[in-house]
């Protein structure tokens, strides 16, 4: 039977497992729905982190300058 979302394998130690189980007996969901939700979040961190380190490069640069915050949104 083929399904709408790819598949990927992925193998984890038996401690991350026995977590992800309690996770999703928990929450009432599979063990796949729940490893995919946790991958889902960890690349939304990675994302950030990318995001974050970009701001960063940016606000050291001579040509930035500083903006209060109270300045901006009002």
Do not use: F, Q
Not at 19 to 41: M, P
Not at 55 to 71: E, G, Q, V
């Amino acid at each position: 039977m083929s399904t709408i979302n790819p598949r990927i394998h992925i193998t984890t130690d038996a401690v991350t497992r026995e977590l992800l189980l309690a996770l999703a007996e928990r929450d009432d969901t599979s063990l796949a729905s729940k490893a995919e939700e946790y991958l889902r979040i960890g690349l939304e961190l990675a994302e950030d982190i990318a995001l974050s380190e970009l701001a960063l490069d940016r606000m050291n640069t001579p040509r930035s300058k500083y903006i209060a915050h109270d300045k901006v949104w009002n």
